[in-house]
Protein backbone atom coordinates (compact mmCIF):
# COMPACT_ATOMS: atom_id res chain seq x y z
CA UNK A 1 0.00 0.00 0.00
CA UNK A 2 2.80 2.45 1.14
CA UNK A 3 4.57 1.94 -2.48
CA UNK A 4 1.45 2.64 -4.32
CA UNK A 5 0.71 5.92 -2.12
CA UNK A 6 4.32 7.33 -2.57
CA UNK A 7 4.32 6.59 -6.22
CA UNK A 8 0.55 8.37 -6.52
CA UNK A 9 2.34 11.34 -5.37
CA UNK A 10 4.25 11.57 -8.51
CA UNK A 11 1.44 12.32 -10.23
CA UNK A 12 1.73 15.69 -8.46
CA UNK A 13 4.45 16.72 -11.02
CA UNK A 14 6.50 19.96 -10.32
CA UNK A 15 4.63 21.77 -8.34
CA UNK A 16 3.16 19.87 -5.10
CA UNK A 17 -0.57 20.26 -5.22
CA UNK A 18 -2.50 17.49 -5.15
CA UNK A 19 -4.08 16.41 -8.94
CA UNK A 20 -5.77 13.69 -6.99
CA UNK A 21 -7.54 12.64 -3.89
CA UNK A 22 -6.59 9.51 -1.89
CA UNK A 23 -8.83 7.39 -0.26
CA UNK A 24 -8.30 3.92 2.12
CA UNK A 25 -11.71 2.35 3.22
CA UNK A 26 -11.92 -1.20 4.85
CA UNK A 27 -15.26 -3.01 4.12
CA UNK A 28 -16.93 -3.51 7.28
CA UNK A 29 -17.66 -7.16 8.75
CA UNK A 30 -21.34 -7.36 8.06
CA UNK A 31 -21.48 -6.18 4.85
CA UNK A 32 -22.70 -8.46 1.57
CA UNK A 33 -20.56 -8.95 -1.20
CA UNK A 34 -21.21 -5.86 -3.39
CA UNK A 35 -19.65 -4.64 -6.91
CA UNK A 36 -16.62 -2.66 -5.74
CA UNK A 37 -17.58 0.82 -7.96
CA UNK A 38 -21.16 0.87 -5.87
CA UNK A 39 -19.80 0.44 -2.82
CA UNK A 40 -16.71 2.95 -3.51
CA UNK A 41 -19.84 5.33 -4.85
CA UNK A 42 -21.73 4.72 -1.76
CA UNK A 43 -18.48 5.43 0.51
CA UNK A 44 -17.03 8.57 -0.90
CA UNK A 45 -19.26 11.40 -1.54
CA UNK A 46 -19.67 13.60 -4.43
CA UNK A 47 -18.20 10.17 -6.39
CA UNK A 48 -19.79 9.13 -9.51
CA UNK A 49 -19.53 5.00 -10.84
CA UNK A 50 -18.44 6.59 -14.42
CA UNK A 51 -15.22 8.29 -12.38
CA UNK A 52 -15.00 5.17 -10.14
CA UNK A 53 -15.00 2.36 -12.91
CA UNK A 54 -12.85 4.86 -14.88
CA UNK A 55 -9.89 4.55 -11.93
CA UNK A 56 -10.49 0.44 -11.97
CA UNK A 57 -9.54 0.58 -15.37
CA UNK A 58 -6.10 2.64 -14.96
CA UNK A 59 -5.19 0.20 -12.23
CA UNK A 60 -6.33 3.01 -9.71
CA UNK A 61 -8.28 0.98 -7.23
CA UNK A 62 -6.43 -1.90 -5.64
CA UNK A 63 -8.36 -4.12 -2.82
CA UNK A 64 -5.41 -5.84 -0.68
CA UNK A 65 -2.77 -4.29 -2.76
CA UNK A 66 -3.89 -5.92 -5.86
CA UNK A 67 -5.61 -3.69 -8.59
CA UNK A 68 -8.95 -5.16 -9.97
CA UNK A 69 -11.73 -4.00 -12.35
CA UNK A 70 -15.05 -2.41 -12.02
CA UNK A 71 -16.71 -5.85 -11.41
CA UNK A 72 -14.86 -6.97 -8.55
CA UNK A 73 -17.28 -8.10 -5.81
CA UNK A 74 -16.32 -6.64 -2.49
CA UNK A 75 -16.15 -8.72 0.49
CA UNK A 76 -16.04 -7.89 4.30
CA UNK A 77 -12.49 -6.85 5.63
CA UNK A 78 -11.47 -6.04 1.79
CA UNK A 79 -8.79 -3.05 2.25
CA UNK A 80 -9.38 -0.76 -0.58
CA UNK A 81 -7.18 2.11 -1.80
CA UNK A 82 -8.56 4.52 -4.24
CA UNK A 83 -6.82 7.51 -6.44
CA UNK A 84 -9.69 9.27 -8.21
CA UNK A 85 -9.34 12.75 -10.27
CA UNK A 86 -9.44 15.60 -7.91
CA UNK A 87 -12.94 17.64 -8.68
CA UNK A 88 -12.64 20.98 -9.23
CA UNK A 89 -11.79 23.65 -7.00
CA UNK A 90 -13.91 26.02 -5.20
CA UNK A 91 -12.03 29.02 -6.71
CA UNK A 92 -13.81 30.10 -9.96
CA UNK A 93 -11.90 30.06 -12.70
CA UNK A 94 -12.38 33.43 -15.06
CA UNK A 95 -11.56 32.79 -18.54
CA UNK A 96 -8.95 35.14 -20.05
CA UNK A 97 -7.80 35.72 -23.60
CA UNK A 98 -4.43 35.10 -22.91
CA UNK A 99 -2.44 33.52 -25.90
CA UNK A 100 -1.00 30.08 -25.75
CA UNK A 101 0.99 28.43 -27.95
CA UNK A 102 -0.92 25.13 -28.47
CA UNK A 103 1.23 22.31 -30.19
CA UNK A 104 -1.44 19.81 -30.90
CA UNK A 105 -5.04 19.28 -30.03
CA UNK A 106 -7.84 16.36 -30.35
CA UNK A 107 -10.79 15.53 -28.81
CA UNK A 108 -9.14 14.09 -25.67
CA UNK A 109 -6.11 16.17 -25.14
CA UNK A 110 -4.17 19.23 -25.55
CA UNK A 111 -0.45 19.64 -25.66
CA UNK A 112 0.72 23.35 -24.77
CA UNK A 113 4.23 24.95 -25.26
CA UNK A 114 4.04 26.69 -22.05
CA UNK A 115 5.85 30.42 -21.66
CA UNK A 116 8.13 31.34 -18.82
CA UNK A 117 6.60 33.34 -15.96
CA UNK A 118 3.40 31.88 -16.83
CA UNK A 119 1.69 29.90 -13.74
CA UNK A 120 0.07 27.35 -15.12
CA UNK A 121 -3.41 26.99 -12.50
CA UNK A 122 -4.96 29.50 -10.07
CA UNK A 123 -3.65 29.64 -6.28
CA UNK A 124 -3.02 31.96 -3.42
CA UNK A 125 -1.58 34.80 -5.08
CA UNK A 126 -2.05 33.84 -8.55
CA UNK A 127 -5.96 33.45 -9.51
CA UNK A 128 -5.84 35.38 -13.02
CA UNK A 129 -3.37 35.88 -15.69
CA UNK A 130 -2.49 31.77 -15.27
CA UNK A 131 -2.38 29.10 -18.08
CA UNK A 132 -5.62 27.29 -16.74
CA UNK A 133 -7.24 30.79 -17.36
CA UNK A 134 -6.16 30.85 -20.91
CA UNK A 135 -7.63 27.35 -21.15
CA UNK A 136 -11.05 28.32 -19.80
CA UNK A 137 -11.04 30.79 -22.08
CA UNK A 138 -9.87 28.92 -25.63
CA UNK A 139 -11.31 26.08 -24.82
CA UNK A 140 -14.78 27.77 -23.92
CA UNK A 141 -14.78 29.00 -27.44
CA UNK A 142 -13.93 25.86 -29.89
CA UNK A 143 -17.09 24.59 -31.28
CA UNK A 144 -16.96 21.22 -29.35
CA UNK A 145 -16.64 22.00 -26.06
CA UNK A 146 -19.38 21.80 -23.91
CA UNK A 147 -19.21 23.44 -20.17
CA UNK A 148 -19.83 20.20 -18.27
CA UNK A 149 -19.29 17.00 -18.99
CA UNK A 150 -20.63 15.44 -15.97
CA UNK A 151 -21.50 16.07 -11.90
CA UNK A 152 -17.70 17.58 -11.31
CA UNK A 153 -15.75 17.57 -14.56
CA UNK A 154 -15.82 20.77 -16.59
CA UNK A 155 -13.86 22.19 -20.11
CA UNK A 156 -12.93 25.39 -18.86
CA UNK A 157 -11.14 23.62 -15.95
CA UNK A 158 -8.99 21.35 -18.30
CA UNK A 159 -7.65 18.44 -16.54
CA UNK A 160 -3.80 18.72 -15.51
CA UNK A 161 -2.32 15.43 -15.93
CA UNK A 162 1.53 17.27 -14.90
CA UNK A 163 2.91 20.44 -14.18
CA UNK A 164 5.88 22.82 -14.40
CA UNK A 165 7.26 25.69 -12.58
CA UNK A 166 6.48 29.19 -13.49
CA UNK A 167 9.64 30.40 -14.65
CA UNK A 168 10.41 27.02 -16.49
CA UNK A 169 9.59 26.93 -20.10
CA UNK A 170 7.97 24.00 -22.27
CA UNK A 171 5.44 21.36 -23.47
CA UNK A 172 2.79 20.19 -20.74
CA UNK A 173 -0.33 17.89 -21.78
CA UNK A 174 -3.64 18.58 -20.80
CA UNK A 175 -6.57 16.40 -20.76
CA UNK A 176 -9.89 17.27 -22.03
CA UNK A 177 -11.82 14.52 -20.60
CA UNK A 178 -12.09 12.43 -17.40
CA UNK A 179 -10.87 8.99 -18.85
CA UNK A 180 -7.97 10.66 -21.27
CA UNK A 181 -7.10 12.26 -17.17
CA UNK A 182 -7.18 8.85 -15.73
CA UNK A 183 -5.33 7.09 -18.12
CA UNK A 184 -2.33 9.63 -18.72
CA UNK A 185 -2.13 9.87 -15.28
CA UNK A 186 -1.86 5.32 -15.07
CA UNK A 187 1.16 6.27 -17.36
CA UNK A 188 3.32 8.82 -15.28
CA UNK A 189 2.64 6.45 -12.17
CA UNK A 190 3.70 3.37 -14.62
CA UNK A 191 7.15 5.83 -15.80
CA UNK A 192 6.19 5.26 -19.35
CA UNK A 193 6.19 9.35 -20.48
CA UNK A 194 9.38 9.92 -22.20
CA UNK A 195 9.98 13.39 -20.64
CA UNK A 196 13.02 15.36 -21.36
CA UNK A 197 14.34 19.02 -20.51
CA UNK A 198 17.11 20.85 -21.82
CA UNK A 199 19.10 22.99 -19.23
CA UNK A 200 22.52 24.64 -18.85
CA UNK A 201 24.14 24.27 -15.51
CA UNK A 202 27.03 25.90 -14.03
CA UNK A 203 30.43 24.32 -14.17
CA UNK A 204 31.80 21.36 -16.29
CA UNK A 205 30.57 17.98 -15.84
CA UNK A 206 33.20 15.00 -15.56
CA UNK A 207 31.03 12.65 -17.37
CA UNK A 208 29.09 12.77 -20.91
CA UNK A 209 26.29 11.16 -19.04
CA UNK A 210 25.31 10.58 -15.73
CA UNK A 211 22.41 9.52 -13.03
CA UNK A 212 21.88 11.61 -10.03
CA UNK A 213 19.78 9.68 -7.35
CA UNK A 214 18.51 11.49 -4.43
CA UNK A 215 15.49 11.56 -2.94
CA UNK A 216 13.50 14.89 -2.75
CA UNK A 217 11.75 16.71 0.18
CA UNK A 218 10.91 19.77 1.85
CA UNK A 219 14.11 21.94 3.07
CA UNK A 220 14.00 21.18 6.44
CA UNK A 221 14.91 25.20 6.94
CA UNK A 222 13.19 26.78 4.33
CA UNK A 223 9.68 24.97 3.85
CA UNK A 224 9.67 27.06 0.47
CA UNK A 225 12.00 25.35 -1.43
CA UNK A 226 12.81 21.90 -1.81
CA UNK A 227 16.23 20.05 -1.16
CA UNK A 228 17.82 16.60 -1.56
CA UNK A 229 18.44 13.69 0.93
CA UNK A 230 19.76 10.49 0.58
CA UNK A 231 18.26 7.74 -1.10
CA UNK A 232 16.83 5.26 0.59
CA UNK A 233 16.67 7.56 3.71
CA UNK A 234 13.28 8.20 5.46
CA UNK A 235 13.36 12.06 4.49
CA UNK A 236 11.98 12.73 1.08
CA UNK A 237 11.11 10.92 -1.84
CA UNK A 238 12.69 8.71 -3.94
CA UNK A 239 13.63 10.70 -6.96
CA UNK A 240 15.89 10.02 -10.30
CA UNK A 241 17.17 12.37 -13.02
CA UNK A 242 19.15 10.77 -15.83
CA UNK A 243 21.62 13.47 -17.86
CA UNK A 244 23.86 13.51 -20.89
CA UNK A 245 26.05 16.72 -22.18
CA UNK A 246 25.12 18.42 -24.95
CA UNK A 247 27.91 20.75 -25.15
CA UNK A 248 30.67 22.02 -23.23
CA UNK A 249 31.30 26.10 -22.63
CA UNK A 250 34.01 25.36 -19.86
CA UNK A 251 32.04 27.21 -16.97
CA UNK A 252 29.05 26.18 -18.15
CA UNK A 253 27.55 22.99 -19.59
CA UNK A 254 24.68 22.38 -21.93
CA UNK A 255 22.68 19.30 -20.81
CA UNK A 256 19.86 17.21 -21.55
CA UNK A 257 18.18 15.76 -18.42
CA UNK A 258 15.40 12.91 -18.63
CA UNK A 259 13.06 12.32 -15.67
CA UNK A 260 12.17 8.65 -14.08
CA UNK A 261 10.09 10.56 -11.45
CA UNK A 262 8.73 13.82 -11.40
CA UNK A 263 9.19 15.68 -8.29
CA UNK A 264 9.01 18.87 -7.16
CA UNK A 265 11.52 20.91 -8.77
CA UNK A 266 13.31 17.51 -9.14
CA UNK A 267 16.20 18.62 -11.73
CA UNK A 268 16.84 22.00 -10.10
CA UNK A 269 17.69 20.26 -6.89
CA UNK A 270 19.36 17.72 -8.27
CA UNK A 271 22.10 19.96 -9.65
CA UNK A 272 22.54 21.65 -7.01
CA UNK A 273 23.02 18.57 -4.66
CA UNK A 274 26.05 17.32 -6.90
CA UNK A 275 27.68 21.18 -7.27
CA UNK A 276 26.68 22.12 -10.72
CA UNK A 277 23.12 24.27 -9.88
CA UNK A 278 21.25 25.54 -13.30
CA UNK A 279 22.32 28.75 -14.36
CA UNK A 280 20.32 31.65 -12.85
CA UNK A 281 18.00 30.21 -10.69
CA UNK A 282 17.40 32.19 -7.88
CA UNK A 283 16.19 29.46 -5.41
CA UNK A 284 19.17 27.24 -5.88
CA UNK A 285 22.17 29.17 -5.99
CA UNK A 286 22.50 29.57 -9.41
CA UNK A 287 22.08 33.76 -9.85
CA UNK A 288 25.75 34.15 -8.56
CA UNK A 289 28.71 33.81 -10.30
CA UNK A 290 30.03 29.95 -9.39
CA UNK A 291 33.23 29.65 -11.92
CA UNK A 292 35.10 31.42 -13.98
CA UNK A 293 37.50 34.20 -13.82
CA UNK A 294 38.02 37.20 -11.37
CA UNK A 295 38.28 40.01 -14.00
CA UNK A 296 35.30 42.95 -14.22
CA UNK A 297 34.74 41.61 -17.90
CA UNK A 298 33.42 38.29 -17.06
CA UNK A 299 31.55 39.55 -14.25
CA UNK A 300 30.06 41.98 -17.05
CA UNK A 301 29.41 38.76 -19.25
CA UNK A 302 27.66 36.67 -16.91
CA UNK A 303 25.37 39.92 -16.05
CA UNK A 304 24.49 39.97 -18.93
CA UNK A 305 23.20 36.48 -19.86
CA UNK A 306 21.79 36.68 -16.32
CA UNK A 307 19.96 39.75 -17.91
CA UNK A 308 19.02 37.64 -21.22
CA UNK A 309 17.88 35.14 -19.11
CA UNK A 310 16.13 36.67 -16.17
CA UNK A 311 15.20 32.75 -14.77
CA UNK A 312 16.15 28.94 -14.15
CA UNK A 313 18.11 27.44 -17.64
CA UNK A 314 15.45 24.98 -17.98
CA UNK A 315 12.83 24.00 -20.47
CA UNK A 316 10.27 21.07 -20.84
CA UNK A 317 11.75 20.15 -24.53
CA UNK A 318 9.69 17.12 -25.73
CA UNK A 319 7.22 14.83 -24.42
CA UNK A 320 6.27 11.45 -25.29
CA UNK A 321 3.08 9.69 -24.74
CA UNK A 322 0.44 6.63 -25.50
CA UNK A 323 -2.78 8.19 -26.38
CA UNK A 324 -5.02 7.57 -24.29
CA UNK A 325 -7.70 6.07 -26.79
CA UNK A 326 -6.35 5.42 -30.22
CA UNK A 327 -3.20 3.75 -28.17
CA UNK A 328 -0.79 5.17 -30.61
CA UNK A 329 2.82 6.39 -29.62
CA UNK A 330 3.02 10.11 -30.15
CA UNK A 331 6.20 12.28 -29.27
CA UNK A 332 5.46 16.14 -29.10
CA UNK A 333 9.09 18.73 -29.34
CA UNK A 334 9.33 22.52 -29.02
CA UNK A 335 12.25 24.62 -29.62
CA UNK A 336 14.33 26.42 -27.27
CA UNK A 337 12.49 29.81 -26.15
CA UNK A 338 14.20 32.89 -27.38
CA UNK A 339 15.74 34.05 -24.02
CA UNK A 340 17.85 30.60 -23.53
CA UNK A 341 18.65 30.41 -27.04
CA UNK A 342 20.57 33.84 -26.52
CA UNK A 343 22.06 33.01 -23.74
CA UNK A 344 23.28 29.44 -24.55
CA UNK A 345 24.29 31.68 -27.71
CA UNK A 346 26.00 33.90 -25.76
CA UNK A 347 28.29 31.24 -23.80
CA UNK A 348 29.10 29.58 -26.83
CA UNK A 349 30.61 32.35 -28.54
CA UNK A 350 32.56 33.19 -25.16
CA UNK A 351 33.98 29.84 -25.21
CA UNK A 352 34.93 29.68 -29.21
CA UNK A 353 36.69 33.21 -28.09
CA UNK A 354 38.64 32.09 -25.12
CA UNK A 355 39.81 28.42 -26.92
CA UNK A 356 41.69 30.94 -29.64
CA UNK A 357 43.23 32.81 -27.09
CA UNK A 358 44.57 30.19 -25.52
Known amino acids: MAEFEEEAEELNGEEEQSLFEHHKLKVEKGQEMIRIDKYIMMRIANSTRTKIQNACDAGFVLVNGKAVKSNYRAKPLDEISIMLTTPPRSIEVLP ?108 DLKEDTGTIRANVGRDLKNRKIMASFPEGGEIGKHAVTHYKVLERFGFVTLIECKLETGRTHQIRVHFKSIGHPLFNDQE ?44 KKMLFDSALPEDMQAAIEKWRKFSQERALES
Open 96 to 203: ENIPIDIVYEDDYLVIVNKKAGMVVHPAYGNYTGTLVNALAYHFKNLPTSRSKLNNDLYLERPGLVHRIDKNTSGILIIAKTELAMTRLAKELFDRTMDRKYIALCWG
Open 284 to 327: YGGDIILKGLQSAKYRQFVQNCFELLPRQALHAKSLGITHPISG
